[in-house]
Structure formats: C-alpha cells, structure tokens
C-alpha cells in the first residue's frame, strides 16, 4: 500500500506571498490532518479534514486553511507569508471512524517551506 | 503550562545502553498514550500505543503510563545505532479530537 505523499517537498516563498501544499492520504483513509513542525514549538496541530469537512481546528490565525475533496486528497494553504511561517509542514492520515484506531496517524515526509 | 512536557534533549548513549524518554501532562482527560519516532527528513511513525495506565511491550521496547502522576515513559532496551532519532510523545482524550505531541527527544545511539 502506497504511503502518504506530500508535494512539493520543498519550497521557497518570499513574505507576503501564498502557498498551497498539497497531500495524497493511503488508500481508504478518509481523515487527514495537517501539523506544523518547528525547533522551537514542536509539532503543532493545525486541522483536520475528514470527508470533505473540516473536524478539528487547532489555534492558528485564519491565513491557514484547508480544504479536501471528494477522493480524500487535502491541500492547505497559506496566504500573506509571515517569516514565522518557515516550518516543516506534514499531514497525516487515519481511517477516521469513530471506534477505529484515530490515535494512529500515518504520516507524509512533509514540505519543508522557507519564508524569506 | 503546556498540555505536554517533553525534554527535547539532546541525549546522547553508548551503544547497549537502556534509554528512558519521558513526558508529563496536565491534561486528565488523556486516554490513549502514543510515541512516535522521526528519523532526520523523514514523518513520524507510529512506535508504541497504549491505552489508559499500564505498560506494554513490544521487542525492547516498552511503553508505561502512570496516570495518577500524568507521567508516561518509554524504555529502549540494548538500544542500537539505528535507535538514533527524535522520539516524540503524543496524546489524546476519546471521540473526534486530535493528538497532542510533546516537543520530541532527540536520541544518538553512538556505536
């Protein structure tokens, strides 16, 4: 079975600009979530998407946004780049049901975005 | 106070050597307790689940969880070269919510 992908993976942006990053979930998972990864902060959740719909929001301003679609694929994307926004971006992908295994999260290898 | 404390480390141990990785919550309504490992450019990847208090075991690995302390750990045992990565804590209460992830323990397991 085919891994979670994440393009692109890399990507240099200069402030004020916007991004959109897109990820591929495995095969059958219908939930995807998006973290954003930094020295200082850790791993920091940012939404979840499960059938098209928006779950879960973590504490992030309203300039990152998601969206999925219809064959569980997601994009986020972030508009007027602040240079805090340089970060390892990953998503992650479950079965998403309740009673299934949520807590186990497959996760891409991220895109590591550089805000200039 | 952050919901999950992790030390980031970094924590270096000869080859052999038993590694503990620890994280302390305030959160009480955490039930399942997970660790996760990240190799350097790469996500991270599931390495241990467990649900409420206990330990579980799997290889040389082995997962405990004190909720009464809200204090989890994670033991490497003859712990190898190839352990070297950042070990991350994460967490989560029942229903629909997201994983909450300490900051992650980077490990060198040198040979």
């Known amino acids: 079975k085919a891994g979670v992908t994440q393009t692109p993976r890399y990507l240099i942006k200069t402030r004020g600009q916007q991004v959109t990053l897109s990820c591929s979930p495995i095969?059958?998972?219908?939930?995807v979530s998006w973290y954003q990864q930094t020295p200082g902060q850790g791993l920091q959740f940012l939404f979840e998407?499960?059938?098209?719909?928006?779950?879960n929001k973590g504490n992030f301003p309203g300039r990152f946004s998601g969206r999925q679609f219809s064959n569980s694929r997601s994009e986020m994307n972030v508009s007027t780049l602040e240079l805090g926004d340089s970060a390892l971006y990953l998503c992650?992908?479950?079965?998403?049901?309740?009673?299934?295994?949520?807590?186990?999260?497959?996760f891409g290898p991220g895109t590591r975005l550089t805000v200039t | 106070q952050k919901e999950v404390e992790q030390d980031p480390g970094p924590l270096s141990v000869p080859e052999g050597a038993i590694v503990s990785l620890n994280c302390t919550y305030s959160?009480?309504?955490?039930?399942?307790f997970m660790w996760y490992r990240q190799y350097s450019r790469k996500g991270p990847e599931l390495l241990m689940y467990?649900?409420?208090?206990g330990n579980k075991e799997d290889g040389r690995f082995t997962a405990q969880v004190d909720k009464s302390s809200k204090y989890i750990s994670l033991f490497i045992r003859d712990s190898q070269p190839s352990d070297s990565a950042t070990y991350l804590c994460?967490?989560?209460?029942?229903?629909?919510?997201?994983?909450?992830f300490g900051k992650g323990t980077r490990l060198s397991v040198i040979a």
């Open positions: 992650a992908s479950s079965l998403g049901l309740a009673g299934s295994r949520s807590y186990e999260q497959y």
């Open positions: 095969s059958g998972h219908r939930s």
């Open positions: 998407y499960f059938s098209e719909t928006q779950r």
């Open positions: 959160n009480s309504a955490f039930q399942y």
């Open positions: 467990t649900y409420s208090s």
């Open positions: 994460a967490m989560k209460s029942p229903g629909n919510t997201p994983l909450v």
